[in-house]
Nanobody, 129 residues
Framework: QVQLVESGGGLVQAGGSLRLSCAAS????????MGWFRQAPGKEREFVAA????????DYSDSVKGRFTISRDNAKNTVYLQMNSLKPEDTAVYFC??????????????????????WGQGTQVTVSS
């Protein structure tokens, strides 16, 4: 059974940092695109960041570019999201997603919820002002 388990969420003051982890089990995702999405109350789930299978290619939403960094450790089957300079508007449930049709970032398909086959249960991030 494939599972993605996020951890590292919590409450932080504006300007602070958090590091989210997403550990996969049940199969390896070393050849898959991995992504992070978030959903704030009353809003749709939105793309945050994605990383290709090798880790060399990454992409970010404009709202987090320059503040967040996505990375992966294929030996540990884990993807990370380092979040710096956090703002109250970053408050949301953050979800890890795995496996798009291609193992590399191509076009903009990887920014879509529907592109991913597997999802974690989410971890809450709350940024206080």
């Amino acid at each position: 059974q494939v599972q993605l388990v996020e951890s590292g969420g919590g409450l932080v003051q504006a300007g602070g940092s958090l590091r989210l982890s997403c550990a996969a089990s049940g199969r390896t995702f070393s050849m898959s695109v991995m992504g992070w999405f978030r959903q704030a109350p009353g809003k749709e789930r939105e793309f945050v960041a994605a990383i290709g299978w090798s880790g060399r290619s990454t992409d970010y939403s404009d709202s987090v570019k320059g503040r967040f960094t996505i990375s992966r450790d294929n030996a540990k089957n884990t993807v990370y999201l380092q979040m710096n300079s956090l703002k109250p508007e970053d408050t949301a449930v953050y979800f890890c997603a795995a496996e798009t049709e291609k193992g590399y970032l191509s076009g903009s398909n990887y920014k879509s919820n529907s592109a991913y086959r597997y999802w974690g249960q989410g971890t809450q991030v709350t940024v206080s002002s």
